[in-house]
């Protein structure tokens, strides 16, 4: 495959053709991101683990089931073969043969037991997990659910350690994180599959839920309820970290960008005048709402909201065409020539 630089599209008019091809590049590589697994048969914490327990428990159940239905159907059907059939005109005799109604007790009965302590083991399981652990150290963050984005406000006691970021939450490994949900428009759902279930984000209304991861790695997240046109495109992750690292990850998404270098200022006044009426960058005139909070851009995995790596191939991608990459989202097209592309470019670069 052919690949393209941001050189390429550094002309003084870019071209659709260009654009076209550097877009067709960009969504071959990143492929095998977007088509990261959602495991729900895995837990990785303290919340996740009992209900990946029951849901095996309930797919074997289910399977024995099933087994048991076809073997007796099975059975059924070759003991039927017996029978002859009644001459024309006559009637068939009714017979019940002996012992034939025990299998309907013997099944009605088993069938009910199991029942009943699924039932049981599903409420006691819930309810389990439903609450947080009593716990002084916890972790709280807020998210809230965009069309087709999350934003991430970490809180703390002292008011200057808070910041935003978007489509990627990092936790301590071990550490309950609380999490309270705000919807922005309609209603989304959180879900981080091998940490928690859903639950919904509703405009209006402050839903909480809780994660605890006792693994380090990245966990997929996805919206679970259907929000739009680009609901699927609506992933986030979660990067769970030893104590120490996401210390040290906190304290650099508190420091504001410093002033660009005489050799950058044009190339942050074109990020500001093209992007910074819907994005904020901590410490430049950048300072719109609608969009993402691009402050440490660099530092993220990912960008679209798990759409893309984040790579500056990718980056240059999406600014030049997020309507062909994102059908419907709210960023959009800005008909940037091939100069102020890579000085935009150039720009988020040293966003880290």
Not at 127 to 135: G, K, L, Q
Not at 141 to 151: D, L, N
Not at 183 to 188: C, L, R, S, T, Y
Request: proline content about 7%; aromatic content about 8%; charged content about 15%.
């Amino acid at each position: 495959m052919k690949r393209f630089f941001l050189g390429d599209l550094a002309g003084p008019r870019m071209t659709a053709a260009k654009v076209g091809a550097f877009l067709i590049a960009t969504l071959n590589d990143s492929a095998a991101h977007a088509a990261a697994p959602l495991n729900y048969l895995t837990g990785h914490g303290v919340r996740s683990r009992p209900i990946a327990t029951l849901t095996w428990a309930l797919m074997i159940i289910s399977v024995v089931v099933v087994v048991i239905i076809v073997a007796l159907l099975l059975a059924g059907l070759r003991r039927g073969h017996g029978f002859s059939a009644p001459a024309p005109g006559t009637q068939m005799p009714v017979a019940r043969p002996p012992g034939g109604a025990s299998w309907i007790y013997v099944g009605v009965g088993i069938s009910t037991l199991v029942l009943f302590v699924m039932t049981v083991w599903t409420v006691v399981t819930l309810a389990h997990v439903a609450n947080p652990p009593r716990t002084d150290d916890a972790l709280r963050i807020e998210v809230t659910g965009h069309q087709w984005w999350w934003e991430v406000r970490y809180l703390s006691p002292d008011v200057s350690r808070e910041f935003i970021t978007s489509n990627e939450i990092h936790i301590p490994l071990k550490r309950t994180v609380e999490v309270d949900l705000r919807g922005a428009d309609v209603i989304h759902s959180f879900w981080v599959p091998a940490l928690s279930g859903k639950t919904d984000v509703i405009p209006g209304q402050a839903n909480r839920t809780w994660i605890e991861a006792d693994k380090p790695g990245v966990y997929r997240g996805q919206c679970g309820e259907y929000c739009g046109e680009q609901h699927a495109h609506m992933g986030f992750e979660v990067i769970a970290s030893t104590p120490e690292e996401f210390e040290k990850w906190w304290n650099s998404q508190l420091e504001a960008q410093p002033n660009a270098s005489s050799e950058l200022a044009e190339a942050q006044n074109t990020f500001i005048a093209k992007c910074g009426i819907c994005h904020t960058v901590r410490g430049t005139r950048a300072g719109g709402h609608l969009g993402p909070d691009l402050t440490h851009l660099i530092s993220r995995r990912a960008i679209g909201a798990a759409l893309l790596p984040n790579t500056r191939g990718h980056r240059s991608a999406w600014i030049a065409d997020p309507q062909h990459l994102k059908p419907g989202n709210y960023m959009p097209r800005l008909e940037l020539s091939g100069p102020e592309l890579n000085a935009v470019s150039t720009y988020l670069d040293t966003l880290n």
